[in-house]
């Protein structure tokens, strides 16, 4: 699989995150939750994992993550217009699976990325089942594009939690403390039906499946992505 060249639109900081923007010079598509390997150079050894932050068929696309000093994202997030980076892919089986039922999707941290694609993606069909999202951070400053996420929750049939593990600022509107089982039975109508998808680090990806195990959700309605 030869990589593909992007060329940059933008690349704009949204507090501690990059969302990088490019369109690529020719024709490529991906399954909204699939990720990518993104190098600076064609032939280059040296690459970032990103997941797609963009929906399906899109002609820019996007990815979103948090820049490190001195690394490949540093790199991605200085790049200028018209300047061009190197995609290899789509990569992996964490993607949308078509149903008519209850899409219930899990993150922490940047794992907002291909859950944000998920429903971008199921937001742009005519005929959708319900979306709920449940993003848990630690802190306010740790949401990627909080503002994206309550752009999406104001489309009809959409619901959003936001939870901070350690923060409560002043006028916040969503929840402290971790994503819970009552949280799940509380707001999802038919969650027995649902199909659900997390994504974020490992020991959140585990407990929110020995939630659903625990709500007696079958393992064939469970799709998650996870790392570290």
């Keep these: 699989m030869a990589p593909v060249p992007f060329v940059v639109r933008s690349a704009q900081m949204h507090g501690q995150f990059c ?5 690529p010079e020719k ?16 032939s280059s050894q040296d690459f970032v994992v990103l997941s797609f932050y963009s929906a399906e068929g899109e002609k820019d696309m996007q990815f979103i993550f948090h820049p ?10 200085k790049l200028k217009p018209k300047e061009r980076f190197f995609v290899e892919g789509p990569l992996g089986v ?15 941290k940047t794992g907002i990325a291909p859950i944000c694609s998920m429903v971008k993606t199921l937001i742009t069909k005519k005929a959708r089942p319900r979306i709920y999202i449940f993003s848990e ?5 740790e949401i990627p594009d909080e503002q994206e996420l309550r752009k999406c929750a104001k489309e009809k049939d959409v619901f959003l ?5 350690n923060q409560k600022p002043l006028l916040w509107d969503g929840k402290t403390g971790e994503v819970s089982a009552d949280d799940v039975t ?33 393992d064939k309605n469970i799709f998650f992505e996870q790392w570290g």
Excluded: H, W
Aim: charged share 20%; hydrophobic share 40%.
């Design 27 to 42: 024709k490529f598509s991906f399954s909204a939750g699939q990720f990518a390997k993104v190098s600076m150079a064609p």
């Design 186 to 218: 509380r707001n999802v109508k038919d969650y027995g039906n649902a199909q659900f998808y997390i994504c974020g680090p490992v020991p959140f990806v585990n407990r929110m499946r020995s939630i659903l195990n625990e709500l007696r959700v079958q």
């Design 68 to 77: 490190q000093e001195g690394g490949i994202k540093d790199s991605l997030a």
């Design 19 to 23: 969302i990088l923007t490019a369109t």
């Design 94 to 108: 964490f993607k949308l699976r078509p149903s008519k039922s209850p899409q219930v999707f899990f993150s922490k």
């Design 161 to 165: 939690l936001i939870s901070l593990l």
């Design 137 to 141: 951070n630690a802190v306010r400053e």
